[in-house]
Structures are given as structure tokens and as C-alpha cells.
């Protein structure tokens, strides 16, 4: 079964940035949308930030500002820079991928960010 592979999780102080990336070998990201959502603990899964096939981007208001993702289709790559991050920022980060008829996600990526 195909899966995402995120990096870049870890811990920042408050204040600091961090960047997650996403690759999916396998996966012809040109084909797919993109997205990135986060779960922290006792809450659902919530969309943070998402890319479509033409780029259009969306996010979260509580990103708005702060985050940006981005793409690249030849490298096979989705990225989420996060600034200025705040400890309720503290969560799973996930990277999604849907193309055609399948959502694959990855195993997730721990971002701690302390006060």
C-alpha cells in the first residue's frame, strides 16, 4: 500500500518556525491534491492548509498568515513552513494526498512547540 513519508517534525519554542515535507514514492504528485491536516490530542483531525492540482492554495484561518504549502510537482514534494508558532500549534501533522479515487495519507509528524 502506497503511504506519505513526512520529515521535519520536532520540537521549537514558541515564536520559531519549522518546516514539514512529504514525499510519496509512488505517487505522480502532479495528479493529486494535497493537503495538510493536524490532530492534537483529544480533538479531531483538522485541515490546516491545502494545494489542488492547479495550485490553488487554502487554509485554515488559524494558519492564515503564518503557514504556507507548497508544491513541487517534479520533485514529487508538498512542504508546510510554519512561522511563528504558538503551543496550540502542539499536534500530529499529516500529509494527504487525493488522486483519482484514493486519499493516502502519511504516518504523521509530532510538532511540539513549547511556551
Known amino acids: 500500500q502506497v503511504q506519505l513519508v513526512e520529515s521535519g517534525g520536532g520540537m521549537v519554542q514558541a515564536g520559531g518556525s519549522r518546516r514539514l515535507s512529504c514525499s510519496a514514492p509512488g505517487i505522480t504528485f502532479s495528479f493529486a491534491g494535497l493537503g495538510w491536516y493536524r490532530q492534537a490530542p483529544g480533538k479531531r483531525r483538522e485541515l490546516v492548509a491545502a494545494i489542488t492540482r492547479d495550485g490553488t492554495i487554502n487554509y485554515a484561518d488559524s494558519a492564515k498568515g503564518r503557514f504556507t504549502i507548497s508544491r513541487n510537482n517534479a520533485k514529487n514534494t508538498v512542504n508546510l513552513q510554519m512561522n511563528s508558532l504558538k503551543p496550540e500549534d502542539t499536534a500530529v501533522y499529516y500529509c494527504?494526498?487525493?488522486?483519482?479515487?484514493?486519499?493516502?495519507w502519511g504516518q504523521g509528524a509530532q510538532v511540539t512547540v513549547s511556551s
Open positions: 494527504n494526498a487525493k488522486i483519482f479515487a484514493a486519499d493516502v
